[in-house]
């Protein structure tokens, strides 16, 4: 008999390098959260490098053979970040006086499109869990707005080190429903 798999991110051999994504984002984050001296400058410019990163990973899980269902989201996803973060690299001053802006955009994109998967998940078991991710990226994209829009940089930076470790644990969460599924025969 053969094990049934259902999930909506389809399965992938290269869902490791969606864990590393996501285990190089906690670290930053950590790193961010302990070291907040360090500079927001160097913040926004590490978030642009991992964005770089996660948009190169999204397109080429996208177009692989074995691609996930809901693959247009992938490629746009991927082209957001990608964009983002080469804008958050090519100039610090820039980074410096939007990062709070491209934060939010990212966040509330990833919010809406967890919510959109949770509902195409619904009949199935711990759908629910991908609607409550994308609540609280939707809440992490707002506040994120909310912090750009005042120019708190200590609220910015409390922020950006926790979107780093949740947004890493997300990913890697999502990596291991991407890992296949050995045949029971």
């Known amino acids: 008999m053969k094990a049934l798999n259902i999930n909506f991110m389809g399965q992938s051999k290269y869902w490791w390098v969606m864990l590393l994504v996501g285990i190089l984002l906690v670290l930053g984050g950590f790193a961010y ?9 160097v ?20 177009a692989g053979e074995n691609r996930p ?12 970040d990608i964009f ?4 958050l690299v090519r100039s ?3 980074s410096e006086a939007v990062f709070p802006y491209f934060l939010s955009i990212i966040f509330i994109f990833w919010g809406i499109s967890a919510i959109t998967s949770s509902v195409a998940v619904r009949g199935y078991r711990y ?4 609607l409550i991710n994308g609540v609280l990226l939707l809440i992490i994209g707002f506040f994120f707005l909310e912090a750009g829009y005042v120019q708190n940089m200590i609220m910015v ?6 979107s780093f470790i949740y947004w890493g644990f997300s990913i890697a969460m999502t990596a291991y429903d991407m890992k296949p599924v050995k045949e029971i025969e």
Do not use: D, K
């Open 157 to 162: 930076s409390f922020l950006t080190a926790v």
């Open 127 to 130: 759908w629910w869990l991908h």
């Open 43 to 62: 913040a926004s410019q590490l978030f642009g490098w991992l964005l770089i990163l996660a948009g190169v990973v999204q397109l080429c899980v996208s």
């Open 33 to 41: 959260w302990f070291w907040p001296a360090a500079g927001y400058a």
């Open 69 to 80: 269902q809901g693959w247009g989201w992938w490629i746009v996803g991927g082209v957001i």
């Open 92 to 94: 610090v001053i820039l």
């Open 84 to 87: 983002i973060g080469f804008m």
